[in-house]
């Protein structure tokens, strides 16, 4: 396992982590060990097969769930034993979410969509939003709704809304599993701008180039790290 | 963005099915709205209507009260009458400040149209404190007082000579025209008590005699009295003031009832709501997981939803309110249709507070409707956002 001692500049920093899921009787330990670092600025896959433990890794990092046991550190503070209104508040100023399935909302606008988590932070994001909307290129769509855009221009909008708050990390579900080739190459090529621009990414992903694109891998195996790359 | 806006979008995504929703809360409101609109209207015109009559006590042939109440008020033929020397018991009991003998019939032209002729005396005026007459009181054989509705329909004038509608070879002149009184007495024509009499051929003969107090407080003395001198036996004695409460208990009753049903409907249409915004919610788990993924907080979640719920209700609830009054019409005729009982005034009066405790209460019904759906959606985990499948909630 590659995993090293707190250092000032790790964003996710996970010792011994782990995740036991109760089914009927049995008991299956979704994650089990895991340990491992994501330093600031870098761009990091996780990846293997599925049922591998890569969604439960996910919802453990973007504290939408607890581990069972292990410590989980978010820019040097442990965060596993927070409260459901903590994990919340750091949710919404401190990580990004985009989702395989996009999860925009089909009633808002994509103005609308993109500043939902200033929205809920109570912030008003009105010059962010026109900066994001620029930067993804979708400036000229601000009124559409998500029914009138195709796959990647909505992939695009959530990664924006992902940026809103302008969170230091930022987790990816499959954002390409959804996309044609073409278009996931223009996502990938959208995420490694936004890494060279400073921003840390933690992507879970079956997709070969996007693993790539990553600077380092993470490759998981039966709720086990694996292979370290 | 507002909270309110963001749950006012989710009208548009199943308008059909949020607005059959809403229309369920209209129809319960407006079935509350018609029932305390018509407490207040129904209540209002009895009280007017019996004020307009200027008696206390309404001394009447034997028979149904209510029915020569009612015939008192609105003016018809009677079936039965008084005969005139009760006047003179009436007049001679304690307390008595004016006894006006009144004979009235209803008569019909060729065109079936209804003429209430009324005769009295000049007395009546110490009743009708509230008229305003164009003219002179008739004092004189032949004289007419015309209500203003009658006088226009007719289009006559002080002074003219007129025929006597609905009856042969008769005339009279008008002596004066009454000024509007919203009441009865707008369609009536008043002339002197001997000559209803004889024009009617019921000579020395009443329907009824109007008795106002000295001291109203002393109603209950003076009516056993009536009761209980000479020709008490032979005329029914109906204090206005008991016959109002009987009145409104009688309609209370039937409110009552009413007011269950339309609690019923209330309480299914708000459980309907409920059951909507239930299945809303859990074909929206993952979009809610999403939200709370994004930073909503379980109180954010629970406010949406919430919101979205109180919209439905309070937007139902005003069209409810709406409908309910433009169909006020209708549905008063088909009321007085089933009154035994029913003042001229419109039964159905708008009234601000009114509606706006048909609001209130839409809105509480909605604030209950919308506790579970939203305290289910608040439960709803962030990371359902991230499964691969909407999960149910």
Known sequence: MNHSPDTNDAVISAVALTKIYPRGREQVRALDNASFDVRRGEFVAITGPSGAGKTTLLNLVGCMDAPTSGILKFLGKPVQDLTERERTRLRRDQIGFVFQHFGLLPTLTVAENVALPAFFAGRQAAGRLDELLAKVGLDHRRDHRPHELSGGEMQRVAIARALINQPPLLLADEPTGNLDRATGESIIALFEQLNREGLTILVATHNVALARAARRQIELGDGRVVVPK | ?393
């Not at chain 2, 003016?75 to 003179?88: D, F, I, M, N, R």
């Not at chain 2, 008569?107 to 009546?124: F, R």
């Not at chain 2, 139902?316 to 209708?330: N, W």
Request: hydrophobic share 50%.
């Open chain 2, 1 to 393: 963005m507002t909270w309110l806006q963001l749950s006012m979008k989710e009208w548009q995504r199943r308008p059909l099915r949020t607005s059959v929703t809403a229309a369920g809360v209209a129809i319960a409101t407006a079935a509350l709205f018609s029932l305390l609109a018509f407490q207040r209207g129904y209540g209002n015109g009895v009280r007017n209507e019996l004020d307009r009559l200027g008696a206390h006590v309404l001394v009447v042939p034997k028979g149904c009260p209510y029915d020569a109440a009612s015939m008192a008020l609105h003016g018809a033929s009677w079936p039965c009458y008084l005969k005139e020397q009760y006047l003179v018991e009436v007049r001679a009991v304690a307390g008595v400040a004016t006894a006006a003998p009144v004979f009235m019939t209803a008569v019909y032209d060729a065109g079936s149209t209804q003429t209430v002729y009324v005769g009295v005396e000049t007395n009546i005026l110490a009743l009708k404190r509230g008229w305003r007459i164009e003219g002179n009181f008739p004092t004189h054989d032949g004289g007419l007082l015309v209500g203003s509705e009658i006088a226009q329909r007719n289009g006559w004038k002080i002074g003219q000579q007129v025929s006597l509608p609905g009856v042969q070879d008769q005339t009279g002149t008008v002596a004066g025209i009454l000024a509007p009184t919203q009441g009865a007495d707008d369609t009536f024509i008043y002339l002197q008590l001997a000559d209803a009499q004889r024009i009617f051929h019921h000579t020395n003969e009443l329907t009824h005699i109007l008795v106002r107090l000295g001291d109203p407080d002393a109603l209950d003395q003076v009516v056993t009295q009536l009761r209980g001198c000479d020709a008490g036996l032979a005329m029914n004695v109906v204090p206005l003031a008991h016959l109002f409460h009987t009145i409104q208990s009688l309609v209370n009753s039937t409110r009552v009832l009413f007011g269950c049903v339309a609690l019923v409907a209330l309480l299914l249409a708000g459980m309907g709501v409920s059951n909507t915004i239930l299945m809303a919610v859990a074909e929206r788990a993952r979009e809610i997981g999403v939200m709370r993924a994004l930073g909503a907080s379980q109180g954010d979640i629970f406010r949406l939803i919430w919101l979205e719920t109180v919209q439905v209700c309070v937007s139902g609830a005003m069209a409810g309110v709406a409908v309910a009054f433009l169909a006020s019409r209708g549905v008063e005729a088909w009321v007085r249709s089933k009154l035994p009982f029913s003042p001229t005034d419109a039964l159905i009066q708008w009234e601000w507070w009114v509606a706006a405790a048909c609001v209130v209460c839409a809105l509480v019904l909605g604030s209950l409707a919308g506790f579970l759906p939203a305290w289910r959606a608040a439960r709803v985990l962030p990371m359902t956002a991230i499964r691969a499948r909407g999960d149910r909630v």
